[in-house]
């Protein structure tokens, strides 16, 4: 069974940054794709960013240019690198791993991913 387990969260003041870790088992992080996804109080969920098996990415508008995906796919884990933080990135953060292999993916279909980390808080303050 696929566990995901997210790090790393907090909570830091506008401008600061913050790395995201999620630590992946029973999953092979090479072959399939793997992203972050948010979610505010009151609001949906929403697709941050996803890294596909053959390394592209795919970000949403809001944090191209201050946020970056990586993974380390010895270690199984997977990383957001969230600097410039703003207020409005305040969410808690969330792991998720498609199921299939060799597909990519746009960051918009993360959230329907079929594995998921229990998630991390991120709090920006201004």
């Known amino acids: 069974q696929v566990q995901l387990v997210e790090s790393g969260g907090g909570s830091v003041q506008a401008g600061e940054s913050l790395r995201l870790s999620c630590a992946a088992t029973a999953y092979s992080a090479s072959r399939s794709s793997m992203g972050w996804f948010r979610q505010a109080p009151g609001k949906e969920r929403e697709g941050v960013a996803v890294?596909?098996?053959?390394?592209?990415?795919s970000y949403a508008d809001s944090v191209k240019g201050r946020f970056a995906i990586t993974k380390d796919v010895g270690k199984g884990t997977l990383y957001l690198q969230m600097n410039s933080l703003k207020p409005e990135d305040t969410a808690m953060y969330y792991c998720a791993a498609h199921s299939l292999r060799g597909l990519r993916l746009d960051y918009q279909s993360v959230p329907a991913f079929q594995n998921r980390g229990q998630g991390t808080q991120v709090t920006v303050s201004s």
């Open positions: 890294i596909n098996s053959d390394g592209s990415t």
